[in-house]
């Protein structure tokens, strides 16, 4: 099903995932993520995206945890090994949620905050990075004359591309969006949409859409999961106007889900 | 429930389809019957209906756009619904063939035929019926249907090959034949190419079933 290409930012070989409760599994899952592109992942609720997600940023609890086989590669070194540094880690995936979640502090310091905390405290290198991080999340130009007003003061739609500029600000590889646009108006929705397909440039993003219409309008590649399972992958469109799997012709049409 | 509607407004999309096709098969029926009659009258009838035709062309075309912008088709529901754009255009132009033999009709006037004619209603009957079997297969997604009409368009390419070396010998024995013999010749032309967009839909009803988009005889 994966066709191995020299472009390929992450590979996923392999792969199981149980939790301790039984609740939701993936079952040797092989998938390759294109570099400089948008990969979705996407299926009815409780396929196992998020899992995935999770996995690939180690974020799932090892204690929930009751199986876990086969490898995830970001590049070559495997992302699963117990020796791998999670900060580091989590600094070249970046991760970005349904809700926005911005901390109580500036817009400013919603960016600078990560970098602060690694240790960068030169004013004209944090400019920068707001600025770089902001124009790059399509934001820039809205608020670059209130960055000192509180970010809860933003609208959702804001709130969310700060969440995406924040996560910008760490130079990540790849940045991993989970249903980014669910509780966006459509205007803001393809505000966001717009911004991904520039960062893709520079990034490798894997993207869950919060629907099939968003599944197709920003895919690049496309990942169809189904109760744990990987159903089907193309990359390009060609999920989206003939599929090969009735499972995902089933689901793209509408029959279920 | 959304699903459910979805596909009635399919059939009934599919249904205006087949109705549309027959208007266009009638009137290139009626095209040659009256030119056979040389009934002017009836042509003139042939143009108007054309004009018809062509209006509710527009019509189906913005209702598939309507059910495009409210359904937002995926896989297989957006090959019927981009096919049903391509057939509606398709018949369309083999409308216009009908009434292209309409036109020549009425530009002979009281001229008589060159010979009475035997084998241009009978490219007619078999094109027309050839385009009825074509849509039948397109709604029913029928494959095998639709892989075997293609050939049958040799049958239509030998009638008008007949025709052309008939008139050809026509227009070698008596030069003040040409016009007469031009008309016909037309009129023949016309009625390969309406078979020939008939191929056409045929390769629809392979991409809506197969997602494979190409020249049917790739896929014989």
């Given at each position: 099903m994966v066709t191995p290409a020299m472009t390929d930012k992450i590979k996923i070989e392999g792969f199981s995932l149980q939790y301790q409760d039984g609740t939701e599994t993936l079952r040797n899952v092989n998938l390759s993520i294109e570099k400089n592109a948008i990969t979705v992942l996407f299926g009815p609720a409780g396929g196992g995206k998020s899992s995935l997600l999770r996995s690939i940023n180690r974020l799932n609890d090892p204690e929930d945890i009751k199986q876990i086989d086969g490898h995830i590669f970001l590049d070559s070194e495997d992302i699963l090994s117990p020796k791998v540094d999670l900060i580091n880690l989590r600094r070249k995936i970046g991760m970005v949620f349904a809700r926005p979640v911005v901390l109580p502090l500036t817009i400013r310091k919603n960016i600078t905050y990560g970098l602060e905390v690694m240790g960068e405290h030169n004013k004209a290198r944090l400019d920068d990075a707001v600025e770089r991080s902001l124009r790059q999340a399509a934001l820039w130009e809205e608020i670059n004359h209130r960055l000192?007003?509180?970010?809860?003061?933003?609208s959702g739609g804001q709130q969310q591309r700060l969440c995406i500029a924040r996560t910008l600000a760490l130079e990540p590889d790849v940045i991993m969006l989970d249903e980014?646009?669910?509780?966006?108006d459509p205007i803001s929705t393809g505000k966001v949409e717009n911004s991904l397909q520039e960062l893709k440039k520079q990034y490798t993003i894997i993207l869950v859409p919060h629907s099939v219409q968003q599944a197709a309008r920003t895919a690049d590649n496309a990942a169809f999961f189904l109760q744990g399972e990987l159903i089907e992958f193309s990359r390009g469109k060609g999920i989206f106007t003939a599929p090969t799997v009735k499972k995902t012709e089933d689901y793209v049409t509408g029959r279920f889900g | 429930m959304l699903r459910k509607s979805f596909e009635s407004e399919i059939q009934n999309m599919k249904n205006e389809i087949l109705a549309f096709g027959s208007m266009v098969e009638q009137n290139l029926l009626e095209s040659v019957d009256a030119l056979k009659t040389r009934d002017v009258n009836r042509s003139h009838k042939v143009v108007e209906v054309d004009k018809i035709i062509n209006k509710k062309r527009f019509e189906l075309e913005n209702e598939v756009m309507i059910l495009i912008a409210t359904q937002q088709p995926m896989a297989k529901d957006l090959r019927l619904l981009s096919s049903f754009f391509e057939i509606i255009s398709e018949l369309e132009r083999m409308g216009d063939y009908a009434k292209g033999i309409g036109v020549i009709n009425i530009r002979m006037g009281s001229e008589e035929l060159l010979k009475p004619l035997v084998d241009i209603p009978r490219m007619a009957e078999k094109s027309a019926d050839m385009a009825h079997r074509a849509l039948v297969a397109f709604i029913n997604e029928d494959v095998e249907a639709a892989k075997s009409i293609p050939a049958e368009d040799d049958e239509v390419d030998a009638l008008y090959n007949q025709i052309y070396r008939e008139l050809i010998t026509y227009i070698i024995s008596d030069p003040k034949a040409i016009e007469k013999a031009n008309w016909l010749l037309w009129v023949a032309h016309n009625l390969e190419r309406f078979a020939d967009r008939v191929i056409n839909i045929c390769e629809r009803t392979l991409f809506v079933v197969n997602g494979r988009l190409g020249e049917i005889e790739d896929a014989l």
């Open positions: 000192d007003d509180p970010a809860v003061a933003l980014p646009t669910s509780g966006l | -």
